[in-house]
Each structure stands twice: as structure tokens, then as C-alpha cells.
């Protein structure tokens, strides 16, 4: 049977095909949906982990214990998962362990551009890399395979535009893979100094066989056409490269690390013009120019951004597209903003009113750094949120916490926040630190965590309570209030950042997108009480809008939410009735 | 046989999500070889979002360049002039004729520009404006323009009218399916003008 599925749809059933039972992840995007199409097989055991180093010691867990397993994670989640991912190199695996990595060429979704067959070279992973949904299921089953051959963790490195294509797959059956047996092994599982010398040994004589591997595996094919030109490429920098050169020769690398450097070779030795054609860092370039192969790559084509075949023709064949109007460059940007009815606009509302400055994290709430919200000060990472605004403490004095917040989604602080907040109990820093509780994690496309009481299935978990979560840790000032309550708000914030001590404010209010959450009728400015002193312009709502001669709500944009009649001191925002739907 | 290249612009919440799963499920059943390239994440939260479809009979790079596309399928104005450059000259251009301030707009940064359909007109033949929104409203739920757009783009095609409602049937969620029918409906009998 054939299907049009999502790359990451693909992976999902390459899990599924090869007999996997154990996969684990924390969303990012855009990796998200492996796990979440993962979770529609109930053959297979999946869960959200708390983030992604969780979700790759289970996964480890789960291979030792005999089961082939499955993480997901986007490029910066393996910055997380790094530490245990560098040690399980080393014991290797029992039942085949896979880690799906994708990469954000462009930055679509992210935060850098970091390229993740730096770090798998780092810790010695073989990298596989597939160009389209097809390759992303196949890849996925010989990546199984290859993981159980050389007792190695596998990294299948996605990007973007792999994971977010739809492309024609022929599904196959599940094989029938029968656990493997746990036995205790400490030699190849407890990594302290006496084994880990030794495995170390067996980790470069297993690169050793990789690289003999790569040389004759069915995942590097040489697509041979015109000689004049030879392009190296993997990924869907090849799909560009096809379409921008046509008919010329391809040595098109399935395993990117290790690299065959013998068919290379032999590729080379055939072709006039050898051109390296990879998105980002010149990892297989570099390794060409090493073994002395003249290769024309990132001279010409930038490590900055994403390929296309338009840019490969601008860049190497000198070929530009014609203008065919002359109404380009006119269209103003159009920035995300946070939705219509969302919690994270009454927060920073006031944080801006009472001109704080905002040690911020990532999230939707990101978001509240742009205009006209425009509160956020910093953004670094996920949990940074709260390690930053200790450490202006620490470096500007007490004084400085009376200005400064910190804010943090709840699947963010749970992710590595959590861990910020213990060294502000144990180091005595008398900082506020404001959880954006919007019960999901939503930037990722709505995701259950640990504190909304359900699990990936949807089915009702435990829930962590936060609030006592932060008492337990010795937070003794931990407050709870609705953002959209805006004076109550106002004031505990306000409160909570003159303290002398450490506090914590758990602002609770649900995602406007989630199901449960119904809003009254749309709301519209009655003219005649409005005297345009622009005030709820500062909701940055994108409901609201200035025509010049007066502001109005736009009643298709418009949630109902009730919050900007409460920042009108003249009354003039009123329900307007009926809902267009 | 060349590709054909369809181009989905919007603003992130209007469903060109949708729009390009029911595309992509008609284009399948043509045995032909399918790619359609989306945009999930931060641009979501309304920002400018593209979705790219190619059909043909092989299709390699997931994404449409300049100059390429044969249909542009444009959820609102402001966007249907953002990403114009990627029409042919002869490309069938369909624009709902909404307006969505983006929030430079809003705040009073930058001017919503004025005209972009005349401008349009101007460069490109063979345009079509369908008042998508008031039709989804007529049907009973706004959030329907996406299938009027997918109507109007259903008379313009190769495919025949039930292939379609075909592919609605599935990829709809069934409480909607028939406010989505009426709208596919709606919009296959705009497509006149
Ligand atoms: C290490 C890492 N993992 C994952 C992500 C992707 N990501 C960005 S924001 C986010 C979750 C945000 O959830 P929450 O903190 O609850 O805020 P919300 O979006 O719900 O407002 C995730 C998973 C990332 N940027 N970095
Ligand atoms: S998805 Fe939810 S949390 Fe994110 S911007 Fe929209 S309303 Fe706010
Ligand atoms: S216009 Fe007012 S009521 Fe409507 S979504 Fe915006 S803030 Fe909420």
C-alpha cells in the first residue's frame, strides 16, 4: 500500500516496521511528530519525557534491556541528551537504539543553526541521513539493523524540509522482533575508569568496521549521468542538487559519518567538476579536501541558512530568475504573534507596564519580546530563563532582583528550570521567577507534560502540582493567579519583586487554543465612548487595530477573551454578540 | 511531463494545513509522484506561512522557486503579494480577498499596501479574487475559507469534482464535514468568475 506521509510520519512507521517497542522523546520542533505519530501505534511503548536527556537515558534503558528503542529530538535537544549520548557510545547497545535528530536549516523554529554531525562525530555515532519520506522509513529499519551489527547508537539526522514533507511511501509489515535477553554485563555497562579504557578500544575498532561498511552499503549510491559534472550531497540538499543540475553524476551519501572515502575517491577520479553540495557546516567537504580532492563547496555556497535549488543555480551556474513584475519588495513583514486570547499577553502586559526587566525563556512566549509587547530582555535556551536572572543578581547586587523577573513556560521549567531554581534556593538569591502556566506545551503544536495530568495517549496521569513542587525545593513565597485578573496580577508581581526573598508566581490560565477553553462573544469599541487614548493598542492583540482616525476590533480575529475592556478606562469595549461560527 | 507546482500562502491559523492534506490526497490518486512541503512551528502563531505542492512524474526538491509556481492559492492579499515573485507568467493566481493586518500594520509601523489586486492585475493575467470569507460565513463557519479556496481551485483543475470530496471526506473531521462540503460546493460554483 501506498501513502502520502510526513518524513516524520515515515520515521514513525520505520519505528513501527522494525519492531520497536520502547520510543521516548521531549517535542521540538521539527521533530515532534515522529513521536507523536509513534504514539497512534499501540504496539509500541511511547511517553513524553521531561526533556531529552530523560528520553535518551530511557531509551538506553530500554535497548539494554533487550527492546529495540527510539528517541526524538530537534538539533538542540541533543546539546541536552549529549552527556549520556557521548557514555552510551561507549557500552554500545543490546536491542537497536536510534536517536532521530533534526536539524532547523534557516532557523524556522530555532534558536541556532548548530549542525548535528559535529557532535555525533564528537562522541564517535554514526550518522545516516535520509532525502525523502520513503528513505526516512527504509533508513530508519537499516539504521535498526546497523545499530544491532556494530553495537552502536545510530543517529538519523533530519532536517526541516525531510521532516516536513509529504512524500509517497509503500508501507510494509511489522517485523516480528523478539526482545533480546537482559543479561548483566559490567564490562560493557558500567562506564567508570577500568571499563570505559576498554570500551573506548572497542569504540574505535567499531568506527574502524563502520568505515569499511560505509564503503559498500546500499544507502551511498552513485547515480551515474554526464561526467563533466560529479556532485557529492546527502539529505535533501541532493533533491535541490538533482533539480538544479539535471542530468549529471551523483554520489549521493545515505552515511554521512562515517564517510566511504574509497568510493569517494573513485567517484572523483571519474568526474571533471566535483562539487560538495551540503546545508551548513562542510563536514563532508572538509573530509574530501583532507584526503586532497578538489572540490568546489562552501567557496561558493554559504554555511548560513537553507539550500534550494534556485540558490545552488544562482551560486554555481551563475543563473538568476527573470523579474517578471515590478511590485516586488512591497509587502510588509509579517511576524508571529502571540494568538488572539492568549494567557502570556496579560503577563507581559503588566511586566512592561511596570517596566521590568524580563530574563526570558522559550516558548510561544518568546513572543512577548516583539513589538509592541516588546518586555522580553534575553532568550538563550530552555531553562535559561532563570540561571540569567540569578546571575544578574549575582553580578549587579539585590538591588538589581527589585527590577527583574524571570519568566518560564511550565514545560520549560519542568524541561531544566527547575534545576535554575534550586541554586536561587541554595545561593540565596532573593529573585521572582514567574511560571507561565498555560497547561501545554504549545509552541510545539500542544503537547500534554508532566503538569497537565495527561499523558502522550491522553489518557489521566499523575500530575505535578508546581506549587508544591517549589515549596519542597524551600521556596517559601509561591503565589497563584490568573494573568487576565489584571490588577490582582499587578500587585502580587509587584509585591513579589520588592521582596527580600526568593519568590515564585504561577501564572494559571489555559491556552486559548485548547478545546476546553470557551470564550464569550467577540467584543468590538463602541465610538462614541472612545477617546483613542490607544491604551488597549498596548495588548499587542491582533485583533485590534489603529485605522488612523480610530482603533476596532476585527470580529474574525477576535477570541472573546474578555481581556482588553479591562485595560479601557472608559468603558468603550463592549460584547458585540453572535460568534461567526 | 513537466511538474505542476502549487503554491499555498496564508497567514498561520488559517488552515492552509488542511488545505494542502486535501491537495496532497487528490494528487496521490493521480499515480503520480507527490510532494508537498509545510510549515509547522513558530510561524504557526500568525506569521506568514507557505506550503508547497508538486505533482509530476518525478518529483525531487520538496520546495517551488521563483518564477515556478503554476497555481498560487492565496488565503489572504498582504501574502498574495509577499510571495508573487513565485507565479509564472501565466500562472493561475486565486486570492481571497481578505485583509489581515500583520502587526507592523497594527501598530502603525508600516502601511497595509493599498491596491495589491489591481497590482496584481497589472502583472498577471489570469487572476481570480473570491470573496472567501463572507462565503465561509454564509456556509457557518469562517473557519472555512480554506475549503472555499480548495472549491475554487477544484473547478480550475484536471481532477474530476469527486476526487475531491473525496479527500474532504477524509482528511475533515467529521463534526465539520458538512459545513466543509457546503463551502468545497460554494467555492466550485464561484469559480465562474
Ligand atoms: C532543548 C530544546 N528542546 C526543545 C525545544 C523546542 N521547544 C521550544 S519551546 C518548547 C516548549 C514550550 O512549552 P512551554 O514552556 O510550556 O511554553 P508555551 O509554548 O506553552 O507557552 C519546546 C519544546 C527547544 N527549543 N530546545
Ligand atoms: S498557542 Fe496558546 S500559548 Fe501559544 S500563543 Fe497561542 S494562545 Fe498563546
Ligand atoms: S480584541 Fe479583546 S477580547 Fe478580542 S481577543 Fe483581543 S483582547 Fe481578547
Known sequence: MKKLMLGNEAIA????????????AYPGTPSTEITENIAKYDEIYSEWAPNEKVALEVAIGASIGGARAATAMKHVG??????????????????GLVIFVA?????????????????????????????????????????????????????VRLSTRVSHSQGIVELEDRENYVLKPYVKNPAKYVMMPAMARRRHISVEERMAKLREFAEKSLLNRIEWGNKKIGVITSGVAYQYAREAFGDVSYLKLGIVYPLPENLIKEFASQVETLYIIEELEPFIENQCRKMGL???????????????????KEKLLGETPEKLNDIQDEAPARPPVLCAGCPHRATFYVLKKLKLTVSGDIGCYTLGALAPLESVDTTICMGASVGVAHGLEKARGKEQSKKTVAVIGESTFIHSGITGLIDMVYNNCSGTVIILDNSITAMTGHQHNPTTGYNIKGEPVKKVDL?????????????????????????IVKEEVAADELSVIIAQ????????????PVLTINQDKCIKCRMCMRLGCPAIVDRGDHVEINSTQCAGCDLCPRVCRFNAIEKAGGRDE | MNNTSILIVGVGGQGTLLASRILGDVALNSGLDVKVSEVHGMSQRGGSVVTYVKVGEKVYSPIIEKNEADIILCFEKLEALRWIDYAKKDAKIIINDQRIDPMPVITGKVKYPENIIEKIK???????????????????????????????MARHSVFEKDIWVKAIEKTVKPQFLEVNLKAFEEGYNQAGI
Open chain 1, 78 to 95: 541533543l546539546n541536552v541528551a549529549a552527556d549520556p549520548l557521548f557514555t552510551a557510545s561507549y557500552t554500545g547497545v543490546n536491542g
Open chain 1, 294 to 312: 578538489k572540490v568546489t563547496g562552501k567557496d561558493k555556497l554559504p554555511v548560513i541558512g537553507e539550500y534550494s535549488a534556485g540558490l545552488i
Open chain 2, 122 to 152: 497589472a502583472n498577471y493575467k489570469n487572476v481570480i479574487v473570491v470573496p472567501a470569507l463572507e462565503i465561509a460565513k454564509k456556509c457557518g463557519n469562517i473557519k472555512a475559507v480554506n475549503v472555499v479556496m480548495i472549491g475554487v
Open chain 1, 467 to 491: 506549587a508544591k513542587l517549589c515549596q519542597a525545593i524551600g521556596v517559601e513565597r509561591v503565589k497563584v493567579c490568573d494573568p487576565f485578573d489584571l490588577k490582582k496580577f499587578e500587585q
Open chain 1, 103 to 155: 536539524d532547523d536549516p534557516g532557523m524556522h523554529s530555532s534558536q541556532n543553526e548548530q549542525d548535528t554531525r559535529i557532535i555525533a562525530r564528537g562522541a564517535k555515532v554514526p550518522v545516516i541521513e535520509p532525502s525523502d519520506s520513503q528513505e526516512c522509513k527504509d533508513f530508519t529499519k537499516e539504521a535498526f539493523r546497523i545499530s544491532e551489527e556494530f553495537d552502536t547508537p545510530v543517529i
Open chain 1, 509 to 520: 490560565r489555559s491556552c486559548a487554543l485548547l478545546k476546553h477553553v470557551r470564550f464569550g
Open chain 1, 13 to 24: 512507521r520505520g519505528v513501527y516496521e522494525a519492531g520497536a517497542t520502547v520510543a521516548t
